[in-house]
């Protein structure tokens, strides 16, 4: 093995290019004293081993280690939307790990602002250098930025973006974008004189992140001319009872509801909803390839589902946070995922 | 830069356990004389450096090449579907030319079964130990499979398949179930009793693709009862004032027709051709995230695209020749691509 061993580097470098190791050493560090033909040579073969003298090396040689935080919702009985960024955090982090990056996780409940707020309390306790956060409550998202920013601890966000808040990067959807898309797709079914109903299942929904879809969803009916109305209901008590509660009384006073835009994972709710109450006439349109979602759409009850890679949110976000911290380089500051459509017939090819 | 390379392997891996390098060898090796305390350590820290000591150093100390070929289509001024697989092909080639992988890529004329066989012909010349295709000639590629068979050289297709030819890989779409997309995607905006143009621009148009595509579009009508009419024009003189022609002639004839699904990249042709003579009334599908299709997307003329992921299909193609001819590990007999849907309001987030 040792044999094998001296096949790596900057040996292998020096045997190539027929040089002294002291020549290769020279050229890498950029000083003087080789020729301007060996120079090429030996940067020629140091592109094609695709060699990084710097980033393990000198990460192992100062031994010094990268402390990440990653701040996102609970997986919950209600969605476990969650767990695809934190599979592509894991999937991120196991690439990183050999240059001594770490990874802490910090998980708050969706139904419960405090939890958020004791998370990002001991996040400012330790000792991160980056911190990457799902910031689904805005108020304490902001606050948070703040003692971030004082700090110089540069975060990103994902799945949702608040503006102005120095963040290093947002990933995640283009939200008007992402309702205007559901407009298109939910006015397939429509007729001429249409009544939709859109529907924000969330403790928090005056958020930017549900105005915007909202914005977007509605700009499609003007920018398109179309006529009708459209009403929008909150429902703020997340359970499936609750749900059941709301959607029983909004759609006994609107009877002629066409079709219901959700606005986030919990489509399946509604779905539900309407399958008990036989309203499978009702166009549904949601978010996320998640099992229960991909069961109604399978069944017909949800006609599209829109999704943003949340996978690749994760990974996407811790990697810009090694970016910047271990490799010095430059980051996208707005990285928008695709919006994509999924029905029953193309799901089963679809990589979350 | 000598120190420095002490981090790397056995040496780094030997210093953080603490043992000798003679233990670690053993380890790795398999080999007897090591206590289970001491092995489960040093496997913890291999693992933890994702250290990978065979394929690396093995290969470069082999020093033996891999050739592979690849044989895909031109870029034509008709289409250019096929700068995207290049593209995947080289972004693999870039990953593992280092352990010894070469690339040679033949082109071939879709216009011209001749330029084909002269291209394989090169090909089995050669002392190549692998090959990707898209074997858009279905006789031509029969016999070169036979003939790669033969001389035991694994082969993957990508874009197409063909049945039992005892390749290595299929990457590509679920045909039948992409023209099924398709259908469904139509319907949106049929009235009852509908009439639908299915065209074929296409040299080869009888082939196992083309035929999958069909069926797929077909069932969906079948199985979902909607009556109507489904015709069906190869237009196998691919140039765009052909297409012309033809057309003309088809929509004379069937002056009721609704909505047209055009089986491959070749819709922008449709799709000026509408233009031109004021027909934006026609729905419009076909495939492919091309320039001039996205064009006409963006200018409604273009119903939907549907795509398969070009780029990451020669991207895996390649990589799947490396994993069985450099890694010696299994492969994937059949990956299917996802069917991506997209329209004038997402594409300007899609990744081709």
């Not at 001991?122 to 805005?138: M, R």
């Not at 915007?212 to 359970?239: A, H």
């Not at 399958?275 to 996320?288: C, P």
């Amino acid at each position: 093995m040792e044999k094998d061993n001296t096949y790596f580097g900057v040996k292998e470098i020096a045997r190539r290019a027929n040089v002294s190791i002291a020549t290769v050493d020279r050229v890498i560090h950029n000083r003087t004293g080789v020729s301007e033909k060996t120079k090429r040579k030996i940067n020629e073969i140091i592109k094609e081993l695709d060699y990084q003298p710097n980033i393990l090396a000198s990460r192992l040689a100062s031994r010094k280690i990268i402390s990440l935080a990653v701040l996102l919702p609970k997986v919950s009985p209600e969605t476990d939307f969650w767990e695809a960024p934190l599979k592509g955090i894991d999937r991120a982090q196991q690439e990183i790990k050999k240059y001594g990056v770490q990874v802490s996780t910090f998980l708050f409940d969706l139904n419960d602002h405090k939890s958020f707020s004791e998370q990002t309390k001991l996040i400012l306790e330790g000792t991160f250098h980056g911190v990457l956060l799902a910031p689904s409550f805005v108020d304490e998202s902001r606050e948070f930025a703040k003692a971030c920013n004082k700090l110089k601890i540069p975060f990103t966000f994902i799945d949702s973006d608040i503006p102005d808040q120095e963040n290093l990067a947002y990933i995640g959807p283009h939200l008007f974008q992402s309702g205007y898309v559901g407009a298109k797709l939910l006015t397939y079914r429509l007729k001429e004189k249409h009544k939709v109903l859109v529907v924000n299942i969330s403790k928090e929904t005056d958020t930017y992140n549900y105005l915007q879809i909202e914005e977007g969803f509605r700009s499609y009916f003007k920018d398109n001319s179309l006529p009708g109305e459209i009403i929008r209901v909150d429902i703020k008590d997340t359970d499936n009872l609750s749900v059941t509660r709301d959607l029983k009384r909004i759609l006994h006073t609107n009877e002629d509801i066409e079709a219901i835009f959700v606005t986030n994972s919990r489509v399946s709710a509604v779905a539900s909803f309407l399958e008990k109450n036989k309203r499978g006439d009702i166009s549904l349109i949601g978010y996320d390839f998640l099992k229960e979602n991909v069961r109604y759409l399978n069944e017909g009850l949800i006609d599209f589902l829109i999704c943003h890679k949340p996978e690749e949110q994760g990974y996407r976000g811790l990697m810009a946070l090694y970016q910047t911290l271990v490799l010095g380089s430059a980051v996208e500051k707005v990285h928008f995922m695709p919006i994509d459509i999924i029905t029953r017939e193309n799901q089963a090819f679809y990589q979350n």
